[in-house]
């Protein structure tokens, strides 16, 4: 009996789209901004947000809000937690598996037990078009 050779899909892997295209580079500048933490966005006003590119606001998030304590707290609602967890990492392409792994993680001792397995993650991801979390292409997955 010959054996089927499966091929194997590798995983979608996911990132904010900063495209100002897409929506507007104002508007996700605003989404992003609302992420920082509490001093990041002390004395800055709507002009002086909407003049930084996502880029910059992601990158001040990655080097410095991420770390501190309030930044991902066990209670985040979870399609939240997912676009923070994005943005902490730099915008850099994950998958489910590595959602799931990195709050399951970040919340194994918490009051709040959530489920927050491969399968959610995966309809998070794929159902967060209002925080601009899109699948790059095949082709930009390396």
Not at 16 to 21: L, Q, S
Request: net charge negative; charged share 25%.
């Amino acid at each position: 009996m010959p054996t089927e050779e499966r091929q194997v899909r590798p995983a979608n892997k996911y990132h904010i789209d900063t495209d100002p295209a897409t929506e507007g580079l104002s508007s996700i500048s605003l989404i992003i901004s609302d992420r920082r933490c509490y001093q990041c966005q002390q004395g800055e006003g709507f002009e002086e947000v909407i003049q930084k590119t996502p880029a910059e606001l992601i990158e001040q998030i990655n080097a410095h809000c991420a770390t501190t304590s309030d930044y991902l707290l066990p209670d985040t609602p979870l399609k939240e937690a997912v676009f923070r967890l994005i943005l902490a990492s730099g915008n850099q392409p994950i998958d489910a598996e590595e959602v799931s792994k990195d709050l399951t993680e970040r919340w194994a001792v918490s009051a709040y037990p959530r489920d927050v397995s491969p399968t959610v993650a995966q309809r998070l991801l794929d159902s967060s078009e209002a925080y601009n979390i899109a699948a790059l292409p095949s082709e930009d997955m390396q």
